[in-house]
């Protein structure tokens, strides 16, 4: 049984933590948020301390560490500019850790980690769960064996997703760029890693709109070119959509053809932590070519609509 604490245990993602750390069979020692709305550890772990104050959430794990009962693991769920620094803490308290994705926000802070891992001589690894989807690793194997028979095969990619957000969203910390990484980064950086999986790095990067709300562009690996449009805006949503009463829109398709992966996401966080318990978690190395990605994407310039582009570009 590994023993855990976990780093922001209010947020919406933590549910997720706390049910992969039960289902492997291990132990939530310490949880640690400024928000108290926490009361979704009783699920799970009751028994579990619980901090809102740094200070003490360190002092509890220095108690722990002299007493020689260790910490292995460390899970970061906190808001997106405070990965880095958190990760750092886990390292220097001799637990790996286990972080959100986005890793980070600023690509130089991946070699900052990487120093941090030989100091200590404990890892990072990040929650990239769509590599472990059965239908993306179909897709994946399906799109190798074409490109096998044919490696001059280029595949046109349509990527939209909307997922609308409240006027809250913007008041939060999400809504502050300089916090969340903005849209490409805090809703897109799961869909750039699959892409990067799937097609391998990015050739050519083009960004035609970018604002608090959506953003568009079109990327080139090898052998794709991908047209992409991410939104947490509404009116972006379809009419059939909407008229269904729903807020949340995710269409991908590779050559006119929609590839369905609607299921199959309950378990995904289990199964990521069974990777890395099991020595095969997704490191530094492998987060890197999205989060280089998302990077360029918030600072590069705009392109004119010109030549290949999201239709939904136009809008914007």
């Given at each position: 049984?590994?023993?855990?604490?976990l780093?922001?245990?209010?947020g919406?993602?933590?549910?997720?933590?706390?049910q992969?750390?039960?289902?492997?069979?291990?132990?939530?020692?310490?949880?640690?948020d400024?928000?108290?709305?926490?009361?979704?550890?009783?699920?799970?772990?009751?028994?579990?301390?619980?901090?809102?104050?740094?200070?003490?959430?360190?002092?509890?794990?220095?108690?722990?560490?002299?007493?020689?009962?260790?910490?292995?693991?460390?899970?970061?769920?906190?808001p997106?500019d405070l990965?880095a620094p958190?990760?750092?803490?886990?390292?220097?308290?001799?637990?790996d850790a286990?972080?959100?994705?986005?890793l980070?926000?600023?690509?130089?802070?991946?070699?900052?980690?990487?120093?941090?891992?030989?100091?200590?001589?404990?890892?990072?690894?990040t929650?990239?769960?769509?590599?472990?989807?059965d239908?993306?690793?179909?897709?994946?194997?399906?799109?190798?064996?074409?490109?096998?028979a044919?490696?001059?095969?280029?595949f046109a990619?349509?990527?939209?997703?909307l997922?609308?957000?409240?006027?809250?969203?913007f008041t939060?910390?999400k809504?502050d760029l300089?916090?969340?990484?903005?849209?490409?980064?805090?809703?897109g950086?799961?869909?750039?890693?699959?892409?990067?999986?799937l097609?391998?790095?990015?050739?050519?990067?083009?960004?035609?709109?970018?604002?608090?709300?959506a953003?568009?562009?079109?990327?080139s690996?090898?052998?794709?070119?991908?047209?992409?449009?991410?939104s947490?805006?509404?009116?972006?949503?379809?009419?059939?959509?909407?008229a269904?009463?729903k807020r949340t829109?995710?269409?991908?398709q590779?050559d006119?053809?929609?590839?369905?992966f609607?299921e199959?996401?309950?378990?995904?966080?289990?199964?990521?932590?069974?990777a890395v318990?099991?020595g095969?978690?997704?490191?530094?190395?492998?987060?890197?070519?999205?989060?280089l990605?998302?990077?360029?994407?918030?600072?590069?310039?705009?392109?004119?609509l010109?030549?290949?582009?999201h239709?939904?570009?136009?809008?914007?």
């Amino acid at each position: 049984m590994q023993r855990f604490a976990l780093v922001g245990a209010a947020g919406y993602i933590a549910p997720r933590h706390l049910q992969a750390i039960r289902d492997t069979g291990n132990k939530l020692v310490v949880a640690y948020d400024i928000n108290d709305s926490v009361g979704i550890m009783d699920s799970f772990f009751p028994d579990a301390a619980f901090f809102t104050v740094a200070e003490k959430f360190e002092s509890f794990l220095d108690g722990e560490a002299v007493a020689g009962r260790k910490l292995d693991y460390i899970s970061i769920c906190s808001p997106n500019d405070l990965h880095a620094p958190h990760m750092r803490a886990a390292l220097r308290h001799g637990a790996d850790a286990i972080c959100e994705k986005p890793l980070v926000l600023d690509a130089t802070d991946l070699d900052a980690l990487r120093v941090v891992e030989r100091e200590t001589g404990k890892k990072i690894y990040t929650i990239l769960q769509l590599r472990l989807h059965d239908s993306v690793i179909a897709l994946k194997a399906k799109i190798d064996a074409e490109l096998a028979a044919n490696p001059d095969k280029r595949f046109a990619v349509d990527l939209t997703y909307l997922t609308s957000r409240g006027a809250w969203y913007f008041t939060s910390w999400k809504g502050d760029l300089r916090r969340s990484g903005g849209i490409a980064t805090n809703i897109g950086i799961h869909f750039f890693d699959m892409l990067s999986f799937l097609f391998g790095n990015v050739v050519e990067n083009r960004v035609h709109a970018s604002n608090d709300a959506a953003a568009a562009g079109v990327l080139s690996f090898r052998s794709a070119d991908v047209r992409w449009f991410l939104s947490i805006n509404e009116a972006y949503l379809p009419d059939a959509a909407r008229a269904a009463g729903k807020r949340t829109f995710r269409s991908i398709q590779f050559d006119g053809e929609e590839f369905e992966f609607s299921e199959g996401f309950t378990d995904l966080h289990t199964r990521s932590y069974e990777a890395v318990l099991g020595g095969k978690g997704f490191g530094l190395d492998v987060a890197e070519p999205s989060v280089l990605l998302a990077n360029d994407i918030r600072r590069m310039p705009l392109a004119p609509l010109a030549g290949d582009y999201h239709p939904l570009a136009r809008k914007l």
